[in-house]
């Protein structure tokens, strides 16, 4: 079933089975694209989690023909930008000092930005040399901890947390240029 | 500490307060690393997010139903003070008319209400580096507001209804059998006591709690019984292989878990795998500790961190390390290096049950076999003694590597299943032997293939030739490459061509010469280049290789060093000479943008890639009906998967027969392994 008419079940009778359709389709992306404008981890899956809400509850106001995943990410955007002013003013005082420098460095982008971030990020990740890419899996798929990478890999650990820590670096300038090139 | 190694230490949660202390001190003498850790940060949630599995994706859907399924709170308030007051009225009512108090007040039935729930329940509570799904908030947040009632009822102490588990991810074909029904399983399902989760082989499933962050994943095959939740977890292991991630249990019973031969309990956080197999339960401790109970004897064993212990039949029941075996002095001698290793790899000595979970780069000891689990678990086993290597494949038993009497010998002996032998040149008596229960290989250097199944084992040679013997009657052939032969009863012992006419040139890499800019060196198979040119000028090494046939040559290369960046361009690729002419398939990677994948001086197109990693080429050379041209055609490719079509193709004439083979870089150290030429025949592109 396609993606609009799941919404048009979901507008007719709240179907919360076709819902559960919608959110499979889209909820991987949300988080992604939230993620690329979080200042704080945690907020990632609990602005998903309230866009979704936000999104079944309100599903009437949605007009039918326009993108879904836009909506959601303007519920997002707004959700989270009212999550980071009130995060900002009850733990400015609690985080510790990095968290709360890295915290009052991110600028606030909008979901489009990092929509549009995501899909270079997506591209950038194709063009990872094989050796490095196996680094990113055991990290990120696998779950493995430093020390087992580093075992795997023939490295020590401080290799693997260098590497990883270039590589971000790599991926983060490879999405701006992308993004500079598209929009120049 | 370096900067990135601080940095990546605060991305994962892993920095100390020392740590803590430099990272913020860094911080503050360089601002611009503030915002590198920022971006940092969102480069690291959201590659987690892109590469990771699909769990924390349901987790967010499992919550939002979750909510949107449970009654609102105003109505959920609304109904609580209306039973309670109906309660209140209704014990006055039978005080007044018994006058005697005679036992303490009924509880309210709230456990039939569904779990309270708000659309924000974990904010910023939550450790930034976990995510415990939403649903167990909402569950906690729901069981707290029970517990609370009842206690200002001050009731008599009841049992809590069982708050159950769910189904968070359930792959193709896995079913629960419910009431004599079997239906199939899918996300966010509600598991009721006595559910059985089935697992077909290659499948997964996992189950969450819902009340702490207690996760079982299933491996198929594997069977599972759901017995009870909350603060009594129970779960009966049938058979299969489990991955456990226990929360504390404080405040409740330990986690248990039941199989054929043993009780599994564990009350702290604990990280460990189960298997139940029918002849013994194995569980492996990764993180915290559990507690084993044998069945018929009730003897308990305490298995720690990186432990294991066995119990069933004819097992020692005692703890063991799981770490790599290390040979110690004047024990058994280390005879071979796992050189990578892929999926589920074990390494045993006396038995299965014995084994530990194999890794890349631990050795093997002359007492040691290794097995293999799943059809795509593989294992490559380089010997020490030589560049000789054995790819083992997937559910594969090698009991043993070396001769029991003569350990310097080779002597591969495979119970069942299939591996890849690419054995160097022996020295003279000391061939290398492969046997299986119905047949022996004698190889004395080559390349072939060994498969045992049921009662038939199969040879087919890629390379060279072996003697392959029947033992039921000592009966030896030889098979040569291109040919193929099967041992067992009941067959024709023989040796047959290939289907499709497969043959392969002997290549002789030991008799190939390179010239010195490249400083080529030959080890066994492979060819390495201890250093890379500096000058633009190409460095080649050729091997005889005479054929007038259609050939197609392939090889691995692998990037070592590429000599500092200038003007010009590095790269590497294939070889094939011809009289006076060389046809050379390569990549050269510019430094302006002039990356190309090219049939040098002849046709190229843009192709880029990284300065590090293993690159696989192949060169197909098909000669036309006259003999004089040919048509080319080149691909290149990282990983296991292989481009369906040709990247490249070129038409052009050739001075004769193909002569010499070999490879060729430039401005970098390559090292070539895997490399065949093999001879084609009518066989389709």
């Known amino acids: ?184 | 500490m370096t900067d990135k190694e601080l940095i990546d230490r605060f991305l994962t949660g892993e920095l100390d307060e020392a740590g803590m202390a430099q990272l913020e001190a860094e911080l503050t003498a360089h601002p611009d690393l503030v915002r590198e850790v920022a971006d940092q940060q969102q480069i690291e949630n959201a590659l987690r997010i892109l590469l990771g599995d699909d769990t924390s994706d349901q987790q967010v859907a499992v919550s939002v139903l979750a909510v949107l399924r449970a009654p609102s709170l105003d109505s959920f308030k609304t109904d609580l003070m209306k039973k309670v007051q109906s309660e209140d009225l209704r014990q006055k009512r039978e005080e007044e008319a018994v006058r005697v108090r005679t036992g303490p007040v009924p509880i309210v039935q709230l456990t039939e209400e569904k779990p309270v729930t708000a659309t924000r329940s974990v904010a910023a509570v939550r450790a930034p580096r976990r995510r415990r799904p939403l649903l167990w908030g909402l569950s906690a947040a729901a069981a707290v507001a029970i517990a609370a009632v009842a206690l200002l009822r001050r009731g008599p102490e009841t049992e809590p209804k069982d708050p159950g588990a769910f189904v968070l991810a359930a792959g193709p074909g896995v079913r629960v059998e419910r009431n004599g029904s079997s239906v199939p399983a899918r996300m966010d399902m509600m598991l009721n006591a006595g559910d059985r989760l089935s697992v077909p082989e290659g499948g997964s499933a996992k189950v969450g709690f819902a009340d702490d962050t207690t996760r079982i994943d299933l491996k198929g095959p594997s069977e599972m019984v759901f017995l009870h939740g909350g603060k009594s977890k129970r779960v009966d292991l049938v058979r299969g292989e489990a991955e456990f991630a226990v929360a504390s249990q404080t405040g409740g019973q330990p986690l248990r878990v039941t199989t054929a031969h043993s009780e599994l309990e564990a009350s702290e956080e604990v990280a460990l795998r189960l298997q139940a197999a029918a002849d013994f339960t194995r569980l492996e401790v990764r993180k915290g500790a559990a507690t084993l109970i044998r069945r018929a004897d009730r003897k308990a064993l305490r298995v720690g961190a990186d432990e294991y212990a066995v119990a069933g039949k004819d097992v020692e029941f005692a703890n063991k390390p799981l770490g790599p075996s290390k040979a110690a002095p004047g024990g058994p001698a280390v005879v071979a290096l796992l050189q990578r290793v892929q999926g589920n790899v074990y390494l045993f000595t006396k038995s299965h049950a014995d084994r530990v979970p194999a890794k890349a780069g631990q050795p093997i000891r002359d007492d040691q076999g290794l097995l293999t689990e799943g059809a795509r678990s593989t294992a490559v086993v380089d010997y020490s003694s030589d560049t000789s290597r054995v790819e083992v494949g997937g559910d594969t038993t090698v009991l043993r590597f070396v001769a029991d009497k003569d350990r310097t010998r080779k002597h591969v002996l495979l119970e069942a299943g299939t591996l890849e032998a690419d054995v160097v040149k022996q020295a003279p008596g000391r061939s290398m032997l492969l046997t299986t229960a119905q047949a022996e290989v004698n190889v004395i250097g080559t390349r072939f293939a060994l498969s045992s199944e049921g009662d038939a084992t199969r040879v087919q040679v890629e390379e060279g030739a072996v003697q392959f013997t029947q033992r039921q009657d000592r009966w030896t052939i030889v098979v040569r490459s291109g040919f193929y032969a099967v041992a067992g009863p009941g067959r024709p012992f023989e040796a047959l061509p290939v289907p499709g006419g497969i043959r392969y040139l002997d290549i002789d890499l030991g008799s190939g010469a390179g010239d010195a800019e490249g400083d080529w060196k030959v080890d066994g198979r492979s060819v390495r280049q201890a250093r890379a040119s500096r000058e633009a000028a190409a460095s080649s090494f050729l091997v005889k290789a005479d054929s007038a046939d259609n050939v197609l040559l392939e090889a691995v290369a692998e990037v070592d060093h590429v000599a500092p960046v200038g003007a010009a361009g590095w790269g590497f690729g294939l070889v094939a000479a011809f009289g006076r002419e060389n046809l050379v398939l390569r990549t050269i990677q510019g430094t302006d943008g002039g990356s190309v994948f090219e049939f040098k001086d002849a046709a190229a197109i843009p192709f880029e890639h990284g300065r590090e990693g293993r690159y696989r080429l192949k060169l197909r050379i098909e000669r036309r009906g006259d003999g004089q041209a040919a048509i080319l055609r080149g691909k290149i490719w990282q990983g296991d998967r292989e481009p369906d079509g040709w990247m490249i193709e070129n038409e052009r004439p050739l001075d004769g027969p193909m002569i010499q083979v070999g490879f060729q870089t430039v401005r970098c150290a390559c090292t070539f392994t895997s490399f065949k030429v093999k001879v084609l025949g009518n066989e389709p592109r």
């Open chain 1, 1 to 184: 079933m396609d993606e609009q008419s799941l919404i048009q079940q979901v507008q007719e009778g709240k179907n919360l089975e076709a819902f559960g359709h919608l959110m499979d389709l889209h909820v991987r992306r949300l988080r992604a694209v939230i993620a690329l404008s979080a200042p704080v981890p945690h907020l990632i899956d609990e602005i998903a989690h309230e866009s979704f809400v936000f999104a079944f509850n309100r599903i009437h106001e949605f007009e039918r023909g326009t993108s879904f995943f836009a909506w959601l990410k303007s519920i997002a955007w707004n959700l989270l930008r009212a999550e980071v002013q009130r995060f900002s003013r009850e733990q400015v005082n609690q985080a510790k000092y990095a968290e709360r420098r890295v915290f009052e460095v991110t600028p606030q982008k909008p979901l489009e930005h990092s929509a549009r971030e995501l899909d270079g990020l997506e591209k950038c990740l194709e063009r990872v040399p094989q050796r490095l890419r196996q680094l990113l899996q055991m990290r990120y798929n696998l779950s493995f901890s430093t020390q087992e990478i580093a075992e795997r890999a023939g490295q020590s650990a401080a290799w693997v947390r260098t590497t990883l820590c270039r590589l971000r670096r790599q991926l983060r300038d490879c999405l701006q240029d992308r993004i500079a090139t598209e929009n120049p």
